[in-house]
């Protein structure tokens, strides 16, 4: 039982190159989010699918794109990296609203 | 916009003594407070939550209080243990289809011996 699966743990990309962040979950939560952390910011909604199918913008959607490609699966994806995206990215999975979010161990992303 | 505010950014306690760290919203559509505590290298982790309908809840030595008038709540850690260090963030949603947490900006907090 792992929970939330993040992968990579660790990437660095160069400005302009694209790349995908995988989050799987093993809870049978119908909602998942991905948040990037950064210092002083706290955590920052990005995208969230509520249910498989659907997917919304959260608070700072621009540069990424995500799937919801089943229950289990959600992916970020970076087009074009730039600098300001270097961040400590993380998947959340939850049930409903008013329900805590479970977390994975996030992707440390650097952009150079 | 900040809809979040957490209060101090850091925390130096001595072991034993008592954490306190504020937050406050401005969306009065919130419903739902937890608290989450992070450790170095892992994703945040559920900590206790608070519901408005009650003023306090405590789970062992970790307690909110709640004040909704003042759209107000912060986490009390008694007795603090070296073990607690680490960092804390507040967050708030609102009842719906999805928990869309908006977090504060995190509270580090170092507890001494």
């Known amino acids: 039982n792992a929970g939330v699966t993040q992968t990579p743990k660790f990437q660095v990309l160069k400005t302009g190159q694209s790349m995908t962040l995988q989050c799987a979950q093993d809870?049978?939560?119908?909602?998942m989010y991905w948040y990037r952390q950064d210092p002083g910011m706290g955590l920052r909604l990005i995208y969230y699918?509520?249910?498989?199918?659907?997917?919304d913008k959260g608070e700072v959607p621009n540069g990424y794109n995500v799937s919801r490609l089943n229950k289990r699966e959600f992916s970020l994806r970076l087009e074009s990296a730039a600098p300001s995206q270097t961040s400590v990215y993380f998947c959340?999975?939850?049930?409903?609203?008013?329900?805590?979010?479970?977390f994975g161990n996030g992707t440390r992303l650097t952009v150079t | 916009q900040q809809q979040v505010k957490q209060s101090p950014q850091s925390l130096i306690v001595q072991k034993g003594g008592i954490s306190i760290i504020n937050c406050a919203y401005e969306?009065?559509?919130?419903?739902?407070f937890p608290w989450y505590q992070q450790f170095p290298g892992k994703g945040p982790a559920l900590l206790i939550a608070?519901?408005?309908?009650?003023s306090e809840k405590k789970e062992g030595r970790f307690t909110i209080s709640f004040n909704k008038s003042a759209k107000q709540f912060s986490l009390h850690i008694m007795d603090s243990q070296p073990g607690d260090s680490a960092t804390y963030f507040c967050?708030?949603?609102?009842?719906?289809?999805?928990?869309?947490?908006?977090f504060g900006t995190g509270t580090r907090l170092q507890v001494t011996l």
């Open positions: 969306n009065t559509a919130f419903d739902y």
């Open positions: 967050a708030a949603s609102s009842a719906g289809t999805a928990s869309k947490l908006t």
């Open positions: 608070i519901r408005p309908d009650v």
């Open positions: 959340a999975t939850g049930r409903t609203g008013g329900s805590p979010l479970h």
């Open positions: 699918s509520a249910s498989e199918g659907t997917t």
């Open positions: 809870m049978n939560h119908n909602s």
